[in-house]
């Protein structure tokens, strides 16, 4: 009996003497090198992004006088490109030489590890931020004084019966820290969001490949 097409596929791609073979398997590691290589690109644009927003946000902010604003924003996306540059890194590892298969089951394993290591920091790194925002302006030079003083000053004369914590208003410091709380807890979310918004695409091109690949080693 004739072998089917789908037959066919699957020797090709599981016995390398087959004649079908050096195609299928060329066809695949042709995809899986773009795919990868695609992602690499976008990868290294948005770091350089990051590193170019991080130095113009810092000079900005120094300008208009909240320096400590630019400051941590500058350190802490700094210390993000750092940590995922070193992960790029480890991505140029990776053998092109291996079968498509292999190598996208690299590359897979690479890209969860990745998104584990930046859900944790993400969970530290938007606090950081709002807390980047409120330092700054609450430092903020204000006619002569810090802008946070002249602002309890206002709030304390209007509402004289509030309680003083350190000379802030309790209910002041409830809200940061019920803001800063909810941001530690769907930092992670919030990046897998923004994740899927610059990769989604490149994901699901990998997702199609790797179960393409999948149902001709079944």
């Known amino acids: 009996m004739e072998k089917s097409i789908e037959n066919i596929w699957k020797e090709g791609f599981l016995k390398n003497d087959a004649l079908v073979a050096p195609k299928i398997n060329d066809l695949y590691n042709q995809k899986s090198i773009h795919i990868i290589d695609k992602f690499k690109r976008m990868f290294r644009i ?3 992004a990051i590193v170019a927003f991080a130095f113009v946000f810092l000079i900005v902010t120094f300008f208009i006088g909240i320096p400590i604003m630019g400051i941590m924003f500058f350190v802490t996306l700094m210390a993000l490109v750092i940590i995922n540059k070193k992960l790029l890194n480890g991505l140029e590892e990776i053998d092109k030489g291996s079968n498509s298969y292999q190598y996208l089951k690299e590359f897979n394993n690479w890209i969860k590890m990745q998104v584990a290591i930046n859900k944790r920091m993400s969970t530290f790194l938007y606090p950081i931020m709002f807390m980047s925002f409120i330092l700054g302006f609450w430092f903020k030079d204000s006619e002569g004084s810090l802008l946070g003083k002249r602002l309890v000053d206002h709030i304390v004369l209007n ?8 000379g802030i208003p309790l209910i002041g410091i409830v809200i940061v820290v019920l803001i800063l709380s909810l941001l530690a807890y769907f930092g992670g979310r919030i990046y897998k969001w923004d994740l899927n918004l610059v990769y989604g695409r490149v994901f699901k091109k990998l ?3 790797l179960a393409d690949l999948e149902s001709l080693r079944t």
């Open 159 to 166: 509402f004289p019966d509030l309680y003083l914590i350190f």
């Open 46 to 48: 948005n770091l350089i």
């Open 207 to 209: 997702n199609e490949i």
